[in-house]
């Protein structure tokens, strides 16, 4: 993401003006966005026109508008981003008060102005404005029949190909069907990880599945790396990493993440320091249960009393349409940060921000244990949300 300019005044209203570079800038534009911003960006309008002789047409025309936005759309597969909303500012082509929809696109600039700007959504567009957040971790999830070629960036776990092939079971005294169809499995892989990953910027590869498959796959791809002489794999050798998972499923890449071999190499990723953190919690929760809480209102009065080492929220939870209870969210944290607790916002579209989900989106590590929230069994806070 490029930062063209930025206005933001002292109460904290203004705008900014932005160029989202790729799939991961939409994402981050998506949680940017929130119903009743302004959004002026260029679009294609359908325009009809008359002409002398009262014959109607309609061309195509692109124009700029500023929209107050209404409806918000991402497709986190195809990461595309559409915005409904009313023109709020006169325009030759566009009626004020006219709905039209904007879809912000990579590499097109767009600005964004808000009543209100609150730390959480600034500190989002230093993040994605910094180069060394990139997507640098890749994966291949897989079991016999089964594989995930998935991308790990600091926000998502993206799905780029997905492959299934029919493996017949070992025959006694004939496995050729077994061992063609596991041939053609793998070669269909090594083709999708040429495809999807880009060697220049990821500078890790894990392989994880349940068994021998891994050892059996990497073994083939760098035989046949050899004989076709595939400088690509070749060279990039070193960047695999081979590591346990349970299935070749997609919710498999967080033990693969838990992985204390793949942590050393990953110790500076976003992605790693999620996942670390959310066992951290389980492994409380399971022995010092008075020191891990979860759900809003337990949360809270933990914060209350300047009890929090981490807190561990959900980015989902900051995309609510309601302003008072996201200001409440936002609140909890500066709180936190003011009492020197650390915070990780976790990303709703990462395997672990999914987990987190399930435990309403916000849970905290605390300090030392809180005597009165531990008498308060099982108290939900999902009515709060």
Wanted: glycine share 4%; with cysteine.
């Amino acid at each position: 993401m490029k930062l063209v300019r930025k206005d933001i005044e002292k109460d904290n209203a203004g705008q900014v003006t932005l160029i989202p570079e790729d799939a991961e800038d939409i994402w981050h534009t998506y949680n940017l966005l929130q119903v009743g911003d302004s959004l002026r960006a260029s679009t294609i309008r359908k325009v009809q026109t008359e002409s002398a002789t009262g014959s109607v047409g309609s061309n195509r025309i692109r124009t700029t508008l500023t929209l107050c936005v209404e409806t918000i759309d991402f497709d986190s597969q195809a990461c595309q981003l559409r915005v409904k909303g009313t023109n709020i500012q006169e325009n030759e082509y566009v009626k004020m008060g006219a709905y039209h929809t904007i879809e912000l696109e990579p590499n097109r600039q767009f600005t964004l102005a808000k009543k209100q700007w609150d730390s959480v959504v600034l500190e989002r567009i230093e993040q994605a404005c910094d180069p060394s957040w990139s997507a640098d971790v890749a994966a291949v999830v897989m079991q016999e029949g089964l594989a995930h070629i998935c991308l790990v960036t600091p926000s998502m776990t993206l799905t780029r190909a997905k492959i299934e092939v029919n493996i017949p079971r070992k025959r006694k005294g004939n496995c050729s069907q077994h061992d063609r169809a596991l041939e053609r499995f793998y070669e269909q892989v090594v083709q999708a990880i040429q495809r999807h990953i880009n060697f220049e910027i990821v500078k890790c590869v894990l392989v994880a599945s349940p068994g021998f498959v891994r050892e059996q796959f990497c073994d083939y791809m760098f035989q046949q790396a050899v004989k076709t002489d595939n400088k690509l794999l070749l060279e990039n050798r070193s960047k695999f990493l081979q590591v346990h998972s349970s299935s070749g499923h997609k919710y498999a890449l967080k033990e693969a993440l838990c992985d204390p071999a793949v942590a050393s190499r990953l110790s500076d990723t976003k992605a790693a320091g999620e996942v670390k953190a959310l066992d951290d919690f389980y492994k409380m929760l399971q022995h010092e249960p008075d020191r891990a809480f979860y759900g809003l209102k337990h949360v809270e009065k933990a914060n209350e009393a300047m009890a929090i080492d981490t807190l561990l929220i959900s980015d989902e939870l900051f995309r609510h349409q309601d302003v008072a209870s996201r200001s409440r969210y936002v609140r909890l944290v500066d709180s936190v940060r003011e009492n020197m607790g650390t915070v990780r916002i976790f990303s709703s579209l990462h395997v672990s921000g999914e987990q987190l989900g399930q435990l309403t989106g916000v849970a905290a590590i605390l300090r030392f244990p809180v005597a009165e929230l531990s008498d308060q069994e099982e108290e939900s806070s999902s009515e709060e949300d």
